[in-house]
C-alpha cells in the first residue's frame, strides 16, 4: 500500500536554529498538508497546499514556518528560528483530491524536540 | 471556527462492544472522519461519514447525524490490539477545496482482559 514517508524520524535542534522537515507524498495524490502534535495534545492543523501554492493556513503558521514543493516529489516544512514550544510531531499528510470519503493518508511523523 | 467534543478515556473488555461519541459545532460542514492512533505514530483513516446514517466496514462503524452534531464510532469484538487513541475529525467548506481536518482531542481507549 502507497506511503507517506517523513524524514527524519526524530530531530533535536538547539532554540533559534533553522529546521528543514521532509515529506514524499503518495505520487498521484495532489493535495498535501503538515500538521502537528505537541505530546498530549491534539492535532492541529498547519498548511494546506495544492497546485504549488498555500491553500490556507492556520494562525500557527506565522512568519517563522514556509513550506515548499522544491520537485515533483517532496514536500518541506521550514522553520527558520525555533523555539522551545516547537517541540512536537509533525505530520505531513496528502489526499489524492479534496473532497470526497478518500482519506487523508499521514506519514510517520518527526518528531522535533527544541533545547 | 469548530467546536469538537469527545470524552477523555474509556475502558471496555475484550470481546465487548464499545461507542465512542463524538459532537461537534462547525460551518460548512463537509465530511466527518476517524481515525485511530497508537501511541508516538500517524493517525490511521478508519472511517468517513458525510450523509446521515450508518457506515459499516468490518468490526468498525461509525453514525453521523448531522442535525445533531453527532457521531459514533461503533468497535466490535475488541481486541487487545484495539487499545488507542480514536480521534473524530471534521472537515469543512466546499467540496475538491482540499480542505483541512480539525480534529478532537481524542478518546484513549483502553481495553482489558
Known amino acids: 500500500e502507497p506511503e507517506v514517508t517523513q524524514t527524519p524520524s526524530h530531530q533535536v535542534t538547539q532554540m533559534g536554529q533553522e529546521v528543514i522537515l521532509r515529506c514524499v507524498p503518495i505520487?498521484?495524490?495532489?493535495?498535501f498538508y503538515w500538521y502537528r502534535q505537541i505530546l498530549g495534545q491534539k492535532v492541529e492543523f498547519l498548511v494546506s497546499?495544492?497546485?504549488?501554492?498555500?491553500?490556507?493556513k492556520s494562525e500557527i503558521f506565522d512568519d517563522q514556518f514556509s513550506v515548499e514543493r522544491p520537485d515533483g516529489s517532496n514536500f518541506t516544512l521550514k522553520i527558520r528560528s525555533t523555539k522551545l514550544e516547537d517541540s512536537a510531531m509533525y505530520f505531513c499528510?496528502?489526499?489524492?483530491?479534496?473532497?470526497?470519503?478518500?482519506?487523508?493518508?499521514f506519514g510517520s511523523g518527526t518528531r522535533l524536540t527544541v533545547v | 471556527g469548530q467546536n469538537i467534543d469527545q470524552p477523555t478515556e474509556m475502558t471496555a473488555t475484550e470481546g465487548a462492544i464499545v461507542q465512542i461519541n463524538c459532537t461537534y459545532q462547525?460551518?460548512?460542514?463537509?465530511?466527518l472522519f476517524w481515525y485511530q492512533q497508537h501511541a508516538g505514530e500517524a493517525p490511521t483513516f478508519l472511517s468517513y461519514?458525510?450523509?446521515?446514517g450508518l457506515e459499516e466496514k468490518g468490526r468498525f462503524s461509525s453514525f453521523l447525524s448531522r442535525s445533531k452534531g453527532y457521531s459514533y464510532l461503533l468497535l466490535k469484538e475488541l481486541q487487545m490490539k484495539d487499545s488507542a487513541s480514536y480521534l473524530c475529525?471534521?472537515?469543512?467548506?466546499?467540496?475538491?477545496?482540499?480542505?483541512?481536518?480539525?480534529f478532537g482531542t481524542g478518546t484513549q481507549l483502553k481495553v482489558e482482559l
Open positions: 475529525a471534521v472537515r469543512e467548506g466546499l467540496t475538491g477545496g482540499g480542505n483541512k481536518l480539525t
Open positions: 461519514n458525510v450523509l446521515d
Open positions: 462547525t460551518s460548512g460542514f463537509n465530511g
Open positions: 505520487s498521484n495524490h495532489l493535495y
Open positions: 497546499f495544492y497546485n504549488n501554492e498555500i491553500s490556507e
Open positions: 499528510a496528502s489526499m489524492v483530491t479534496g473532497g470526497g470519503n478518500y482519506g487523508y493518508t
